[in-house]
């Protein structure tokens, strides 16, 4: 059998180490805040904006993340406060994995698809993935653990329902809302926050502002979490996965699964990896962005529709307003009604009858008929 790749190393012993990198983070986190010159600033100093005078909190908001830092303006405190009232309002709990992509940085997607080409899961439990993926090589570690954990209420009621089967159960999983992390430092730093106030968090929650690296709270995931997203929506090798814990769940009175990767099959799946032609990332961008085109030609066209209907109210407004002058005004005397033949003819006889000279009787006719135009 082949070997499995450096960066990878022997599967044995990847729980262990996934578990002390994630002791390790959480004890260097306790330390950071308990220090006394700690720059935590915590979701207590976010929302009084009062903190201990000894404590300088700096940021870089404004300029670049790796830019110069400056102390922390009423101002700027403001802004955070914003910006994590819009993001709690715009989660629900959870993230499906295709908003993992579409939301992400164009810059944290360039990288998954140039960088991260290679992931396997080590570990299937309970409704938890336990992923593995190569480093960018930029960093000491050679690789990365990317947790992703489906909604326990979901899980428990597909492993308990009898009318799904495990692959039925598998498909809608994968297109449910997960929550998960990396134990990167672009999650540690930039993200973790995020995710926590989010509500898609796994593991280790992060109250902690990411003041310098993150203030404008800007992106969703990792490029080892946006790769493992979209193998998740994807890749044979990961539904088989989840079938395969889904039967063990389905065959269990608690619903509960365990797996481990397999050198055969994570060769298997690396080899395949490895020969891929076309990215799926690419095509999820293409389909996210697809989707907000034409979410924003809707807006347009709503937009113009408003304007029409609008200009209509307006119009018939004013149409309605010049009736009402027009109505105002008092109608003109009719003019009177030309005689019929017969009405002139009696009218003539009338005058015929008065006694008058012919000179005057023929003066009166004539100015009757002239009347009436004849
Ligand atoms: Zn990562």
């Known amino acids: 059998m082949a070997e499995l790749p450096e960066w990878l190393g022997d599967l044995k012993g990847k729980i262990a180490e996934a578990n002390r990198l994630s002791d390790t983070d959480t004890a260097r986190r306790i330390a950071a805040e308990k220090a006394t010159n700690s720059v935590i600033m915590s979701t ?3 929302q009084t904006g009062q903190w201990d005078a000894t404590k300088i909190l700096k940021t870089t908001i404004g300029g670049s993340e790796w830019g110069e830092k400056r102390e922390i303006t009423p101002a700027d405190l403001a802004r955070f406060k914003k910006r994590v009232a819009e993001l709690q309002k715009a989660y629900v709990g959870g993230i499906l994995p295709e908003q993992v992509i579409s939301l992400s940085r164009t810059i944290d997607i360039q990288r998954a698809k140039a960088e991260i080409k290679s992931s396997i899961i080590q570990q299937a439990l309970n409704g938890k993935l336990r992923f593995i993926t190569n480093s960018s090589g930029k960093s000491p570690e050679k690789r990365h653990f990317v947790n992703v954990e489906f909604n326990k209420q979901l899980y428990n009621s597909l492993a308990g329902g009898g009318n799904t089967t495990a692959h039925q159960a598998a498909l809608r999983l994968r297109k449910s809302r997960v929550l998960f992390e990396c134990d990167c430092g672009r999650h540690t730093y930039w993200y973790r926050y995020i995710a926590t106030i989010g509500q898609y968090n796994c593991g280790r929650a992060e ?18 979490v946006i790769r493992v997203m979209s193998e998740i929506m994807h890749s044979g090798y990961v539904l088989a996965t989840i079938t395969n814990m889904m039967t063990k769940a389905k065959s269990h009175a608690l619903n509960q699964a365990q797996l481990r990767g397999k050198k ?3 060769l298997k799946e690396l080899e395949k990896q490895a020969n891929r032609k076309t990215d799926k990332i690419d095509a999820q961008v293409s389909k996210a962005q697809a989707k907000k085109n034409k979410q924003e030609l809707n807006k347009e066209i709503a937009r113009l529709k408003a304007i ?7 119009q018939a407004k004013q149409a309605a307003k010049l009736e009402a002058e027009k109505a105002k005004i008092p109608p003109t005397k ?8 017969q009405q002139l003819e ?9 006694g008058l000279t012919s000179d005057q009787e023929a003066a009166m006719i004539a100015i009757l008929r ?4 004849r």
């Not at 029409?308 to 307006?314: G, L, R, T, W, Y």
């Not at 009696?346 to 008065?354: G, T, V, W």
């Open 44 to 46: 207590d100093d976010l």
């Open 207 to 224: 109250n902690g502002f990411p003041k310098v690296r993150n203030p404008e709270l800007r992106g969703v995931a990792c490029k080892h």
């Open 264 to 266: 055969v099959d994570v």
């Open 308 to 314: 029409a209907e609008k200009a209509k109210a307006k």
């Open 334 to 341: 009719k003019a009177k009604k030309p005689m019929s033949a």
């Open 346 to 354: 009696r009218e003539i006889n009338h005058i015929k009858r008065l």
């Open 370 to 373: 002239q009347s009436q135009g």
